[in-house]
Antibody, heavy 120, light 107 residues
Framework: EVQLVESGGGLVQPGGSLRLSCAASGFTVSSNYMSWVRQAPGKGLEWVSVIYTGGSTYYADSVKGRFTISRDNSKNTLYLQMNSLRAEDTAVYYC??????????????WGQGTLVTVSS | DIQMTQSPSTLSAYVGDRVTITCRASQSISSWLAWYQQKPGKAPKLLIY???TLESGVPLRFSGSGSGTEFTLTISSLQPDDFATYYC?????????FGQGTKVEIK
């Protein structure tokens, strides 16, 4: 059974840093495209970042230069390093497994999410 | 980036009603569209991909149609478990943009 379990969320001050983790089971993270998607309180979904099987990474413009996606193959875990955090980064962060289509990807498995609150 | 616009933002309906949600793309995305259902406090769940292909295990009362820039999600007979928020998502380009969501409420 595929499972994704996020952790690492919490309260952080503006300008601070946080690292989110997503532990996967039932499949191999490095053999799949993996994404982070966030949802601000009461708002819609926003794709944040993806890491491809070959290691290429891509980011939404809103987080480019501040966030870094990575994975640890030995731990079968996905990460999101978030630096220079802003109030507008406050959201539930979901990790998701991408399903690859001809043009792009969509998300067929999701974790339960972890809440990041950026506030002084 | 491709913009996705859903309508309506909120929909009130009775159990048993036929419900249709519309999603429009700012440019053609062929059939590269997915639909998700999200219940409060839960992660989204994939319902449909490639505009009209039902994900395994999803009830047959859900269907999707459209191509290019206009798409619809239809629930043929609304059930109590279907009251939720629905999102479309394009995957024609790297930006993977979502619509703003349509909340389906009990009337």
């Amino acid at each position: 059974e595929v499972q994704l379990v996020e952790s690492g969320g919490g309260l952080v001050q503006p300008g601070g840093s946080l690292r989110l983790s997503c532990a996967a089971s039932g499949f191999t993270v490095s053999s799949n495209y993996m994404s982070w998607v966030r949802q601000a309180p009461g708002k819609g979904l926003e794709w944040v970042s993806v890491i491809y099987t070959g290691g290429s990474t891509y980011y939404a413009d809103s987080v480019k230069g501040r966030f870094t996606i990575s994975r640890d193959n030995s731990k079968n875990t996905l990460y999101l390093q978030m630096n220079s955090l802003r109030a507008e980064d406050t959201a539930v962060y979901y990790c998701a497994r991408d399903r690859i289509a001809v043009a792009g990807t969509y998300f067929n498995y999701w974790g339960q999410g972890t809440l990041v609150t950026v506030s002084s | 980036d491709i913009q996705m616009t859903q309508s309506p933002s909120t929909l009130s309906a009775y159990v048993g009603d036929r419900v249709t949600i519309t999603c429009r793309a700012s440019q053609s995305i062929s059939s590269w569209l997915a639909w998700y259902q999200q219940k409060p406090g839960k992660a989204p769940k994939l319902l449909i991909y490639k505009a009209s292909t039902l994900e395994s295990g999803v009830p047959l009362r859900f269907s999707g149609s459209g191509s290019g820039t206009e798409f619809t999600l239809t629930i043929s007979s609304l059930q109590p478990d279907d009251f939720a928020t629905y999102y479309c998502q394009q995957y024609n380009d790297y930006s993977r943009t979502f619509g703003q969501g349509t909340k389906v409420e009990i009337k």
